[in-house]
């Protein structure tokens, strides 16, 4: 399965718009790009995934570069529960694993 | 819906003690997922099982962990005898199935101290 780079630490204001960045450019046409989130003490939680195309939900947005080599998950309006470890992970499109990095670890600060 | 259940929560032992944790899943998947989590990393994967079948072990370390899903729902991970690099969090997840897009869904963990 395709790597993926993060930065290890990222701080926000709360109320702004968090962009967690991530690159993957060894991402092969069949892998999907998945986001999790893990609060602390919590197990992760899945935030949203995409192949292609651009992704909204009720928890973020997921933004993908068009030669699908980086991708951007938007949180609006980031508030203090929104701390938590990110992780960016692709993953094959049949019985593929979650191969989890160490993530971006998020401070959203009052 | 309840979610994935895991316990306990919280375990302490010494080396060389035996050590289980227990994992139900979501009600109604068939693919359930063990991993371990060590200290500032993310988790890594043990064992996948489709109903009843362990069907990548590949990370598990076989000499001595060991699970089992006997009838297709719960798990158990046992660990004997244990060593201090076990300690960690050890996280069971579910899915509907192996599909590519499905979402695991992650209890809340079991952390192990191996004193």
């Known amino acids: 399965d395709a790597k993926t780079t993060q930065p290890t630490s990222m701080d926000c204001a709360e109320g702004r718009a968090a962009n967690l960045p991530c690159n993957h450019s060894?991402?092969?046409?069949?892998?999907?790009v998945y986001w999790y989130r893990q609060i602390h003490s919590q197990g992760p939680q899945y935030i949203i995934h995409g192949l292609k195309n651009n992704e909204t939900n009720e928890m973020a947005s997921l933004i993908i570069t068009e030669d699908r080599k980086s991708s951007t998950l938007i949180l609006p309006h980031a508030t203090l529960r929104d701390t938590a470890v990110y992780y960016c992970?692709?993953?094959?499109?049949?019985?593929?694993?979650?191969?989890f990095g160490q993530g971006t670890e998020l401070s959203v600060k009052p | 819906e309840a979610g994935v259940v895991q316990s306990p929560r919280y375990k302490i032992i010494e080396k060389k003690q035996p050590v289980a944790f227990w994992c139900n899943p979501i009600?109604?998947?068939?693919?359930l997922y063990w991993y371990r989590q060590n200290l500032g990393q993310g988790p890594e994967l043990l064992i996948r099982?489709?109903?009843?079948?362990?069907?990548?072990d590949s990370q598990l370390p076989k000499d001595r962990f060991s699970a089992e899903r006997l009838k297709g729902v719960d798990s158990t991970l046992k660990i004997q005898p244990a060593e201090l690099g076990d300690s960690a969090v050890y996280l069971c997840a579910s899915s509907p199935n192996q599909d590519s897009q499905e979402t695991q869904y992650f209890g809340p963990g079991t952390r192990l101290l191996v004193l």
């Open positions: 992970i692709v993953r094959v499109a049949m019985g593929g694993k979650l191969i």
């Open positions: 060894t991402i092969s046409g069949n892998e999907y």
């Open positions: 009600s109604g998947h068939n693919t």
């Open positions: 099982y489709e109903n009843e079948e362990a069907v990548d």
